[in-house]
């Protein structure tokens, strides 16, 4: 029987948490829901980065089409694209991305003392559940919130809780006082859409003229995919995704700051 546990923030997350554990990442507005999109429209490959000034050391490493995105505080940072979820849908097919987030990127980066680290969102949850109880049945798996700078976030929080009510119907698991809270949390929560719409990041986002992207995150099960992060290349792949085309373009080092 395996165990769940949720770790509210990046920030609260320390790397005896999650030591050969099945990690999942979870930050609904935007990071993970945008990386799921970008696999699901054709993404090569992801590489999250730590900062604005790595993500581009990393780009500048590539020999093959890329798109470099992302945010700080929320704002698209200054020569990057957008890093929306709609944004990258249409623009990443067939090209690596090179992130960087304020939260997200930060916490699939942290998660790399776990024995797996998987990138989930509402948009592929069905996927992910379908992976985990296909092959981590028997493990300990930890839900991370990547939190909102050091703050608590409900949208990844009611992420993490519907998977555990997912999981839950689909086989026996042992879950932590915090996981038991999420599922009680979860059987009282509105719609995804509403509880997007009214977190604290939802309505800025809102305000910022972005509630097409938080409404397309919010439908559950559009993005059948399963990005599992590899530490020993830096990068996140598509699980089962043929890369026997790519793989002697794939070998190159990735210039890392110390996390």
Request: glycine content about 6%.
């Amino acid at each position: 029987m395996g165990k769940i546990h949720i770790i509210h923030s990046k920030e609260e997350l320390e790397p005896h948490h999650i030591e050969g554990k099945v990690a999942i990442v979870y930050d609904v507005l935007f990071a993970t829901s945008s990386i799921t999109a970008a696999f699901h429209h054709g993404a090569l490959s992801v590489y999250p980065a730590l900062t604005a000034s790595e993500a581009i050391r990393m780009a500048e490493g590539s020999q093959e089409p890329y798109l470099l995105a992302g945010e700080e505080q929320g704002y698209t940072i200054p020569g990057f694209q957008s890093p929306t979820p709609i944004y990258l849908s249409s623009s990443v097919k067939n090209k690596r991305l090179f992130y960087k987030t304020t939260n997200g990127t930060v916490a699939i980066r942290r998660a790399s003392q776990a024995k797996y680290v998987y990138v989930a969102s509402l948009l592929n949850e069905q996927a992910i559940l379908d992976y985990l109880v296909s092959h981590h049945v028997n493990d300990s798996i930890s839900l991370i919130c990547a939190g909102s700078t050091k703050r608590f976030a409900i949208e990844d929080y009611y992420g993490a809780a519907s998977m555990i009510h997912r999981l839950l119907q689909h086989g026996e698991w042992t879950l932590t006082d915090r996981a038991l809270a999420a599922y009680y949390f979860y059987h009282g929560s509105p719609s995804a859409e509403t509880v997007l719409r009214t977190s604290t990041v939802g309505k800025w986002l809102v305000d910022y003229g972005l509630a097409s992207d938080v409404e397309f995150v919010a439908n559950k099960n559009s993005c059948p995919v399963v990005p599992i992060y590899r530490t020993h290349t830096g990068r996140i792949e598509e699980v089962g995704k043929d890369e026997s085309s790519r793989a002697n373009r794939e070998r190159w080092t990735i210039p890392y700051e110390s996390d």
